[in-house]
Nanobody, 124 residues
């Protein structure tokens, strides 16, 4: 159906920034909602941001609101997550996800597939 490949993770100091990218294969990317999930060590995977197929509407969980920005470029089949003011609590594996059923998924079960993830570590 669709392959999702995340990139851009790494080690960053508290207060720093990172930009994650997700390259999608196939035509499904352009007509479906997308999102970013994350899973911290010992915790469940959570939805942190999502975006409608055309980028018109976005959703953020409270813990990242005002610091993270989700965006997409349908011409490039790419999803982005700009992360600013990072804290150690943001340390996690970050996953790009696609949802086929809702305009803007907000729960894990509302997404249908995701990539292998990219590690983000915030530490001094």
């Amino acid at each position: 159906q669709v392959q999702l490949v995340e990139s851009g993770g790494g080690l960053v100091q508290p207060g720093g920034s990172l930009r994650l990218s997700c390259a999608a294969s196939g035509p499904l990317f352009r007509t479906n909602a997308m999102g970013w999930l994350r899973q911290a060590p010992g915790k469940e995977r959570d939805v942190i941001a999502s975006i409608t197929w055309n980028g018109a509407i976005t959703y953020y969980t409270d813990s990242v609101k005002g610091r993270f920005t989700i965006s997409r470029d349908n011409a490039k089949n790419t999803l982005y997550l700009q992360m600013n003011s990072l804290t150690p609590e943001d340390t996690a594996v970050y996953y790009c996800a696609i949802g086929f059923r809702l305009p803007i998924p907000k729960l894990l079960g509302e997404f249908d597939d995701w990539g292998q993830g990219t590690q983000v570590t915030v530490s001094s």
